[in-house]
């Protein structure tokens, strides 16, 4: 369900859907870029704003760039962030001075992913790099940072405010609906308003995140019907929006 | 003529008051002319002509400052000045002797005593105009100003006469008020003699009727048109002359002033300026690239180089520069971190332990005293036991362990997650 982390995913599939099946690959770049750096159309997808996004290559995030996904990330990990970026690595590593982790840019989305697998992935074309390390959100076409599903496990892992929910509640949210306050199980203390938080079962999995409505304080006043937690994203989204993911 | 009397007048007022300022009274006589007119032309002549010898300045002033006895404060002057509140300006008519400021001291002292004279005049008539209670203080009108100030800027130029003009002077053409609206025989109504739902426009006259002249395959619809534009473009020509003529007497209309080196009425006024070599060479650049290749199969000219097209480049990092990047993070990571920094404190959280704290150390003063209280009735009833009850450290020990008991059970109170755990 997860997506694998340590995997450089390389599509091959799309030459077959235009006929291209006698020709390898590497031949039929001879035949088309002649030489030049060419961005071209693939079956990714079109232009945007004159720039073509869809196949726009693995490459660091600019300085905006950074800021926008750090920004979001901070919202949920608080301090925690400078963690997710100082940790050693762990996949593709040899040892523990092979590098640590970074963020790469492919196709709109964002990856964060070892130093090591980064190395790997450069042999891989453009077009034919689907993803590598974990996709922890993307760019919207308005230049904006979303964090998706597949970053849940990182968010977890750092989070400093949480919510857990009553068993009852828990096929709502993974239906994509915001968590009231009958659902809501427990809470970590002092949350904010407007804070990011993780949203966990009652036996500790976690299961999306979202945004906390009201602070801790006033949640206990808050009628049963009212919101808690604004929904963001879940894990039943896998399956629900498996295409886009 | 009335200058005269005033002139006159001034005099034995200067006078006056030199006298009650033991001025010579030659001096304060020659300051005082030029702001008495203004004043004098605004104030009732039969008070000017009654009794010039024995007139108090006071009466002569226009607002009659200090008559009602709340402008001054007696004896340094505030009640002398002129006050014109329009432009909350004061003068004194009087005007300072030299004698008062022969020496530094002397003459700071006076600055000094004149001006608070002034401003006390200003604010007793500012108090008196009635006022409304605003959202900050009170607010009041302030009457029209009473001195008239010169013009600031010189009076525009006349403007020479057009064509038109020029040529009715000649023939002794008269304009002659004619009526804006004409009546319409064909709309049965008044319409504008010009402009938008004129009358008689062309515009509603949908058949023509043809004439002999006409020639075949000429719409006389679309010659209307032309000749209706032919007419406007004339028009325009000669107001443009005009406007040239006026621009030479320098008498252009403000409303054109600003676009005026936009329209052809400046001739060569504007003289041309001369490129500079990077514009020169801006220039060059644009039109050797202004082809369908951008300029890559034209032929070059001896000792012509390629011109660098300026452009914004988007500065990347290299895939795997791993370093540069690692600083780049580090850099924005340090920014949020430090923008965000000021809430490494959670207030709330802050608050609320130091309340319970509060709340702990208070009920321990009342337990402790509780149990004095029960100590000394049981000491009392039975002196042997004493000693036993007095086995302090039991109880203390007692209240110590109840506190964080008690606080635990708080705690537990607070989040309802433990409840949840329990099923």
């Known amino acids: 369900m997860m997506c694998d982390v340590a995997d450089v995913l390389c599509r091959f599939g799309d030459w077959e859907e235009r006929g291209d099946v006698d020709r390898l690959p590497s031949e039929r770049r001879k035949t088309r870029g002649g030489g030049a750096s060419v961005v071209e159309e693939s079956g990714w997808g079109g232009w945007v704003g004159g720039w073509n996004w869809q196949c726009a290559g693995m490459r660091p995030l600019d300085e905006g760039e950074t800021k926008a996904v750090f920004e979001k990330l901070f919202q949920f990990l608080g301090n925690n962030l400078k963690q997710l970026i100082d940790r050693p690595a762990i996949e593709g590593a040899r040892d523990a001075k092979d590098g640590g982790y970074c963020l790469r840019l492919h196709r709109n989305r964002v990856y964060y992913v070892s130093e090591a697998i980064v190395k790997k992935a450069t042999n891989v074309g453009n077009d034919n790099l689907a993803s590598l390390g974990t996709c922890i959100g993307k760019f919207t076409h308005s230049s904006k940072f979303r964090l998706t599903v597949t970053c849940l496990e990182l968010l977890a892992a750092h989070a400093k405010y949480k919510v857990w929910l009553k068993a009852s509640a828990e096929m709502s949210f993974l239906y994509g609906n915001h968590v009231v306050k009958s659902g809501l199980g427990r809470i970590t203390e002092s949350t904010p308003q407007y804070q990011g938080v993780v949203v966990y079962s009652a036996s500790d999995i976690p299961l999306g995140f979202g945004v906390a409505a009201h602070s801790t304080q006033e949640c206990r006043k808050l009628d049963p019907n009212a919101i808690v937690v604004l929904h963001q994203a879940d894990v039943g989204e896998y399956l629900r929006q498996e295409d886009d993911l | ?423």
Not at chain 2, 178 to 185: A, I, M, T
Not at chain 2, 229 to 242: D, G, I, L, S, T
Not at chain 2, 299 to 327: D, F, M, S
């Open chain 2, 1 to 423: 003529m009335e200058m005269g009397g005033e002139v006159r007048e001034s005099a034995p007022r200067a006078d006056l008051a030199s006298s009650a300022m033991a001025d010579p009274p030659g001096s304060a006589g020659a300051d005082s002319p030029p702001l008495d007119n203004t004043r004098n032309a605004a104030k009732p002549p039969q008070s000017d002509a009654a009794e010039p010898p024995t007139m108090k300045l006071k009466d002569l002033l226009p607002g009659g400052v200090g008559q009602d006895g709340h402008g001054g404060d007696g004896g340094d002057g505030s009640e002398m000045m002129t006050v014109d509140l329009g432009h909350l300006m004061v003068c004194d008519p009087r005007g300072p002797h030299p004698s008062r400021f022969a020496t530094e001291e002397d003459a700071d002292a006076t600055c000094l005593e004149l001006g608070r004279a002034a401003i006390q005049a200003l604010a007793a008539k500012l108090f008196e105009v009635p006022s409304a209670p605003a959202a900050v203080g009170r607010s009041a009108t302030l009457p029209a100003p009473l001195t008239r100030l010169p013009r600031e800027k010189p009076l525009p130029k006349p403007k020479p006469p057009t064509k038109w003009e020029k040529f009715a002077k000649t023939k002794g053409i008269k304009n002659r008020k004619r009526s804006k609206l004409v009546w319409d025989e064909n709309a049965q109504e008044w319409r504008r003699r010009w402009g938008y739902k004129r009358v008689n426009d062309e515009k509603d006259v949908h058949v023509l009727d043809a004439k002999a002249t006409d020639e075949a395959g000429t719409d006389p619809f679309a010659e209307r048109r032309k000749a209706k534009k032919a007419r406007v473009a004339k028009q325009e020509k000669h107001q443009m002359a005009n406007l040239k003529e006026a621009v030479k007497h320098g008498a252009i209309p403000s409303t054109l002033q600003l676009a005026a080196t936009k329209l052809p009425i400046t001739g060569t006024k504007e003289v041309p300026k001369k490129l500079g070599k990077s514009q020169l060479s801006e220039a060059a650049g644009i039109a050797s690239t202004a082809t369908a290749s951008i300029g890559k199969f034209d032929k070059k000219l001896p000792g012509e180089k390629n011109i660098k097209q300026k452009g914004t480049k988007r500065k990347r990092l290299p895939v795997e520069g791993l370093k540069e990047e690692k600083e780049q993070t580090m850099k924005v990571l340090g920014k949020i971190l430090s923008k965000n920094s000021d809430n490494i404190v959670d207030i709330n959280k802050a608050v609320n332990v130091y309340k319970s704290m509060e709340e702990r150390k208070r009920w321990e003063t009342k337990r402790t005293a509780q149990e004095a209280r029960l100590r000394d009735r049981a000491s009392g009833k039975k002196g042997k036991k004493g000693p036993v009850g007095s086995g302090s450290t039991e109880m203390k020990g007692k209240t110590g362990g109840v506190g964080p008991g008690r606080k635990e059970k708080g705690g537990r109170r607070s989040t309802k997650g433990k409840k949840v755990k329990r099923k």
